[in-house]
């Protein structure tokens, strides 16, 4: 029995939505599910004491080139939206409500029309209307997901995975976890793909 | 005519050394060459706002994992040294006194003698006497080699090529630049090699 690959992502990061697109299909090639795991970077980089690629003087013009760069070259649509980067807090509780109470599915079909949203339509998930669209748009209740991301509970469920995230050693996302090996970024799809073809390397 | 691949490494940069064993066979493939650039990331992290990745917690042990990881990934002999990172700039004048004195070639022989040196034998090529020894045994004389790096001439030559990647938009290592296109790390390689095979995608 294959274990699941674990796989932390933020809404707000151009290379989670990139592998948020493949990793599912990598995944089912080599009889393995994918179990995702919402997080906030921001709780990541200050134990790290990391920024944001963005924030950094030069870095910020590759890192905005190569984003771009890098969705092409899988092949996907992109584009850097109007805010950058967002909070991204409502977005992940919603994807923990509904993995606790709808399931593994619901909370990937959540994660992928998110991703999405912020990076081929730049869509302001940080702010209220838009998000309860989106939520809308995925066929769930707009006032029960706008309920769901100011309870205490569901707040308290992204904190533990930020906890959990950081305990596990998690700096930044993407970030896959596969037979306890982790995996930091999108560029490592290939590492991944021998590992899991071939097992430890 | 094609133009040469510019490639920034630091002898002290663990991709730097796997790339360096991988970038003239690429080039080669699509009939290019290799132009190196040895460069000091510590200028370039200064100017960035960077520092080196082990010096990050969290960062750091993820770090050392995926040095040896990246290496076995290419096939490559690795081995992090006793001390790490150490300050290069001896060898890096010595590589700009070769590349302007003997030509590419004899340049691109050091880097790779002193990358190898340092992630597969542990030599500690900050010590005058583990450079003079690893230039014996390169065929060039040892008593020359550190005259060179003492010389205010091949001190100021590195600091112009310090000063030209700065200018270039060059934060990291490995570091290439490919019709004007740059890519940051060892883990660009399947990017580059797309470009070379097809053009700008």
Known sequence: MNSPIDFFFDFSSPYSYIAN????????????TVRRHAILLGATFQVAEL???????????????????????????????PVFPIPTQNAARVFWWLAETQGESA????????????????????????????AAEQGLDADAVERVWNDPQWKARLKLANDEAIAAGVFGAPWFVVD?????????????ERWLAGGPF
């Open 51 to 81: 920024r944001s690629p963005v924030s950094h003087p030069m870095k910020r013009e590759y890192s905005l080139r190569d984003f771009e760069r890098s969705a092409r070259f899988e092949g996907l649509p992109y584009a850097l939206p």
């Open 107 to 134: 909370a990937a079909n959540w994660a992928r029309a998110g991703l999405r949203a912020v990076f081929t339509r730049g869509v302001p998930l940080h702010e209220a209307p838009a998000l309860k669209t989106l």
């Open 180 to 192: 306890g090996e982790p995996f930091w970024g999108n560029d490592r799809k290939a590492q991944i």
């Open 21 to 32: 697109e493949w990793v599912d299909a990598v995944a089912a090639r080599h009889g393995r």
